[in-house]
Structure formats: C-alpha cells, structure tokens
C-alpha cells in the first residue's frame, strides 16, 4: 500500500525533548534544530532536558538515573512523548518505553514522520515509503514479542495453521514473514524509483546546452523564496522546516536572450539520515547535474557555521564536492548580530548578499550567473553563408555582436561570447562556417 499519511505521530501531541551530548561533542544548544523539527511536526513542546555522557548505555542509551529522571518530568508535564536528538536502536527505545511510561521515538523516526506527512507526489512517496522501510527493517527484531512463530499445518490448530500445504513443518517466526515482505516491498520501490531515475536523467540530458543552476541548503534558508523572486515560479512557501519535498525546475533570463535552467532542491539538516538521501537520489539529480550551485545560507540563522558545514557534508555525500558553489547570503534585513555575517564573508569571499523576500541584492545575483553561465570572454571573427539562419540566430540571442559585413552570399560576424556559449555553437555542428580567434 503507498503511503497517504498527511498527518503526523506527534502532532499536537505533549513532548519532552532530550539531547544525550557525547563528551567532547558539545557546541552548543544541541536541541535548537530538534525543536524546529518537533514544531515543524506540530508537538507542543513542554520541557527540554540535556545530558552529557561519555558512551551511550547499550541498553537505554542515557543512565537509569538520567531515563528516571525523565519519568518524572514526562508525569509533571503530562507528556505523551519524549523525542531524542540521537538514533536509538529498538532495543534502547523499548527499555526506555518501560522507565518512561511514554511513547519514545529518535531523530531519524521524527524526520521521516515529517515526510511522510508532506509527501505530495507519487515520487515523494515512494522515495518516503522506501527511507522508512529501510528505517524500520533492522528494527523488526523486536516489534513481535506476541508471537514467536507462525505454525505449519502439521504444527497447529486450524487457527494456527495459516501456512496450509506446502508449509508443514516447525513453523516459521513472524519476524522472518516480515523481513520477507519488507525485502520484497524494498524491492518494488527501489524497481518504481529506478525508473524514475531513468526518465529524470533523460529529462535533464533532454535540456541540452542551456546552463543548469542549482539551490541547495539548509532546510528554511530561503530556497523557494529566491526562486519565486527570480522566476516568479510561485511554489508553495512556509516558514517551517522541510514545507516542501520536490524539486522545481523553472527557466530564468538573469539577461535578455540569456536562459538558464533555475532548480529547487529539497533541504538538508544536520546528521540527516543516509537511507533518506539515497531514497531521495532521483530528487536530489539536479544539484548532481547543475553547472553551478547556489548555497543560500540564513545568515540570521542560530547555529548559522555549522549549518554551512552539514550542507557541504550533505553536497560530498551526494557526489556534489567538486561542483563550482556560489554562495548567497539571504534574510540581511533581518540579521541583529554581524559576527557571524563577518567570519562567513571570510569563508565565502565571493558570496554575495541578499534579500530574497525585499529584493535586495537580487540583480547582483543575476548578473554573477550571468557571468557564470558565459565563462571566460572570447572575442570572435565569424564568417558564414547568409542563408546559415539557425547559425546568425544563435549569435544574435547568445552572443554581443560588434561588427557585422556583407559581401555577397558571405556575412562575417565580429562577435563577443562567453566559452560556454562557444561551445554549445560547436554543438550545433554548422558546416558552413569559419571561425578566428581575435
């Protein structure tokens, strides 16, 4: 069954949020993030609590003392859950389940819930369905405490006996009928995605030469309202962690006669779950492919450094490392503390300034991808038939022309382009045509 869930586990239920902060790990409020994902979620949060250890407990990943100490807070406040900023394994979240007396999910538990509740299109979903099934399979193991095996029908009553003939024998464990059927749920999604992959790959080679730029970033930085800016796309925006899932494409003129191919990706957050980004691969495509990425970074932003750092860490997992980043700086209408702002001009020396939402700073953009788009400046004599349209045509709308003669059937062009129009004109592969270099 695909997954339809537009409501979310722990909206509006009462949460307690706990941080275990390893030693030699501490930068910080550790709990501002998870507190964006929990109202994000729709929890009403009604205490934090934090705890510094030095390995996590195999059993209840924080100290007995510590999980008691929790009881206590989630009987005060009435909580109906506690949300952990750590991965907890199966075991860890029932023996904690047992001290609290409250339902207890992780982190990677509460991003996936948020997803799955924003997922909107078919690949969304699957992509969703995939990550939480990837989530739940190692931790089948002690979700069927109620039943230890199924019986064969030479092993059972005629309630117990659900193998019928073929099955006779010791029976099999409901884990194993499990495991069974999430291994062959994985497959049908990663089949279905696996398409997807491929008409998303032709799609973007369908787009030929024109330059492809990409945002990425954290989660919340502004994506979607640079792009509505530039483009006037109109995607759905809201002040809230991961409003949106699918990746935008529109085309954008940062000068007259100039495309570019202008993407929205989904947003990253700190320690955000492999399964997820390798279910997302297909979404995540267009920062594989851009020319040229466009890190927009929320400079009024807590935490705003290491946020930078998770995206980058996101952007070499995806294989995006090496890829040419400008950075943009966006919300300086709202920025109240400059130290930040200033030891991030130093990282980003070239990193532009902006307001996506007054429109500060946004023709600046413009005309950077403008001259990212062009390259290095070539200066051009080119000499053609007079009937070559499609060559004059090309000049005209991607090239500044300087000079131009007619002698007879031959017009020769002096003309200025960038060496990334250069050479989508040798793609065009026009016979009729001679070329020097000025």
């Not at 909206?11 to 998870?34: C, F, Q, S, W």
């Not at 030095?54 to 929790?70: D, F």
């Not at 920062?287 to 400079?299: G, R, S």
């Not at 209408?333 to 070239?350: A, G, H």
């Amino acid at each position: 069954m695909e997954n339809t869930r537009e409501t979310l586990k722990v909206g509006r239920e009462r949460a307690i949020l706990m941080g275990a902060i390893i030693k030699g790990h501490d930068d910080g409020d550790n709990l501002e993030e998870l507190t964006a994902l929990a109202e994000s979620a729709g929890a009403i949060i009604v205490d934090r609590f934090q705890q510094k250890i030095s390995t996590p407990h195999p059993v209840r990943y924080i100290g007995k003392g510590k999980a008691e100490l929790l009881a206590e807070r989630v009987e005060k406040y009435k909580a109906d859950v506690v949300i952990f900023d750590n991965d907890l394994s199966p075991r860890q979240i029932g023996e904690l389940e047992k001290i609290i007396e409250a339902k207890v999910i992780d982190r990677s538990e509460l991003i996936l819930d948020i997803f799955a509740s924003r997922a909107r299109t078919a690949q969304a979903k699957l992509q969703v369905d995939l990550a939480q099934l990837e989530y739940t399979y190692p931790r089948l193991t002690r979700m069927w405490s109620h039943l230890d095996s199924v019986a064969g029908a030479a092993g059972g009553t005629g309630v117990g006996a659900v193998g019928g003939i073929g099955t006779r024998g010791t029976g099999e464990k409901q884990l194993e009928i499990d495991r069974r059927l999430v291994n062959k749920r994985v497959t049908e999604l990663k089949a279905k995605l696996a398409k997807i992959d491929k008409r998303k790959m032709r799609e973007i080679s369908g787009r030929g030469s024109v330059f492809k730029a990409c945002l990425v970033g954290y989660t919340n930085a502004g994506k979607s309202t640079v792009l509505n800016a530039l483009t006037g796309a109109g995607v759905y925006v809201e002040d809230k962690l991961f409003a949106t899932l699918d990746t935008r494409t529109k085309k954008w003129e940062p000068e007259s006669s100039m495309p570019v191919l202008l993407s929205d990706t989904i947003g990253f957050v700190r320690n955000i779950p492999h399964h997820l980004v390798a279910s997302f691969k297909a979404t995540l495509e267009e920062a594989v492919n851009a020319d040229i990425l466009i890190h927009v970074i929320d400079v009024s932003s807590v935490d705003v450094l290491k946020k930078v750092e998770s995206v980058k860490a996101v952007l070499e997992e995806i294989g995006c490392g090496d890829k040419e980043v400008l950075g943009v700086f966006n919300k300086v209408d709202v920025v109240k503390d400059l130290e930040p702002l200033e030891i991030l001009q130093t990282m980003f020396p070239d990193a532009l300034t902006i307001s996506a939402k007054t429109g500060y700073g946004l023709d600046e953009l413009a005309r950077a991808v403008a001259e990212k788009c062009k390259g290095s400046q070539m200066h051009l004599k080119i000499t053609t038939s007079v009937c070559e349209g499609k060559l004059q045509s090309f000049l005209r709308s991607l090239g500044v022309i300087v000079d131009e003669q007619y002698d007879s059937d031959r017009v020769v062009f002096e003309v200025k382009m960038g060496e990334n129009q250069f050479i989508s004109l040798q793609k065009l592969k026009i016979k009729d045509i001679e070329i020097e270099h000025i």
